[in-house]
């Protein structure tokens, strides 16, 4: 599923109906922010983050990631969460 959802978020809508699902106000403030930033959609940031995040995780990161995901009722969802969570910029540095 996780694997699924990664490959899939070039396809138009994808990373904006992730991020709505997460219904996460603060997360998207801060995708918005990091958007304006960079010049870049927002989708563009959120597969840019996902794949930073698989390209570049330590094996620590890995180990949270899968925890997260066997406590979650929608792991899919919830590591996604997660890899935003640490990949987007704060709030004030996005900003």
Known sequence: MLGRLIASLDEPGVSERLVSALEAP???NRLDS???A???APSEVVASAVRGFLD???DEEWLQLVGIMGRATDPGLAAMRAI???S???ASVAS
Do not use: I, K
């Open 26 to 28: 603060a997360l998207q």
């Open 34 to 36: 990091a958007a304006a």
């Open 38 to 40: 960079d010049g870049r």
């Open 56 to 58: 570049t995780a330590s």
């Open 84 to 86: 935003l969570e640490r």
């Open 88 to 90: 987007l910029p704060p």
